[in-house]
């Protein structure tokens, strides 16, 4: 049987550890499969998925900065894809469309609550930072019954915009930093780009609640700059986004494959190796 081929799309793409977790799934679950990284910059990706799909290709991941275009591109949605306006999957369909699905807040939901144990119902959560990265986790969050949600942002026309796009969803308002003084969060979210620069937003001191954590989308080698912040702060658990990466890509693979992988061991190889 011809093998079928999938891959991610980003720019950059290097370093990316998408290869290597849907070879992993492929291999414990035992599909034939072929996953690689393709280097796409926005302006050639509308041609490069044109191509890809036209060769045989089954699905795509797309990531920084093609999420939007993706979305753009996708034929049919789901439901939560068409609320966060970005895709993170791409598949083939039977009848030939490209259906776009956002697998990133599902990912973000399962690895707090399931791998972390960091509870959502009845939390305040307090989302830093209003791009992409934040549309894409709002309402998912506000799913969970948590008891509000704030974001916070440096454009505060940014967050009051984003927070105006779903309060019909829950409780969900929009501020500047500066604005969080004197406030308390139980669970905070680093959806900034800052980690990739390592600079940390400007944080009032006192936002944490006792008991309460946070969690930073980006993920390094190394602890990023809002984990240890969060280890300052005496969070319960102060932990980076690997896991949501790996818990994202399963849902991808499930809707390619039919079948979901098991994503613990997978998170504790990827755990394993990059403390090593
Ligand atoms: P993404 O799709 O990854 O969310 P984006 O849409 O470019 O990327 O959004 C980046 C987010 O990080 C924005 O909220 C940005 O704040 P502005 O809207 O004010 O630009 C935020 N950001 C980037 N660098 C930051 C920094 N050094 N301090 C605080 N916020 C930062």
């Avoid at 505060?156 to 003084?181: I, N």
């Avoid at 390094?220 to 990466?245: I, P, Y």
């Amino acid at each position: 049987m011809p093998i079928d081929h999938y891959a991610v799309f980003g720019h950059p793409i290097k370093h990316s550890k998408s290869p290597r977790i849907h070879s992993l799934f492929a291999e414990q679950t035992g599909q034939n499969l072929q996953y690689n990284a393709q280097d796409v910059p926005a302006e050639q990706f509308a041609a490069a998925v044109a191509a890809f799909f036209a060769d045989g290709g089954k699905g795509l991941n797309c990531t920084i900065p093609l999420k939007e275009l993706a979305w753009a591109y996708a034929e049919v949605k789901t439901e939560r894809a068409q609320l966060s306006k970005a895709v993170n999957t791409l598949a083939l369909q039977a009848d030939g469309s490209v259906l776009g699905d956002n697998t990133d807040g599902i990912g973000l939901v399962t690895d707090l609550v399931h791998n972390h144990g960091i509870a959502l119902t009845a939390r305040r959560v307090l989302v830093l930072g209003a791009g992409g990265a934040s549309r894409g986790i709002i309402a998912p969050l506000l799913e969970q019954s948590v008891h509000s949600i704030t974001i916070a942002n440096r454009t505060v026309d940014k967050s009051m915009q984003l927070a105006a796009e779903f309060a019909h969803k829950g409780a969900v308002t929009g501020c500047g930093f500066s604005e969080l003084a004197g406030q308390t969060f139980d669970l905070i979210i680093n959806a900034t780009a800052s980690s990739l620069t390592a600079e940390l937003p400007p944080l009032p001191a006192g936002l944490l609640a006792a008991q309460g954590s946070c969690y930073d989308l980006a993920y390094g080698n190394d602890k990023t700059v809002f984990v240890r912040w969060g280890e300052d702060q005496h969070a319960h658990k102060s932990v980076d986004g690997l896991g949501m990466l790996v818990e994202q890509a399963a849902v991808a693979f499930a809707l390619w494959r039919g079948v979901h992988p098991d994503t613990q061991a997978v998170i504790t190889l990827l755990n394993a190796e990059r403390v090593g």
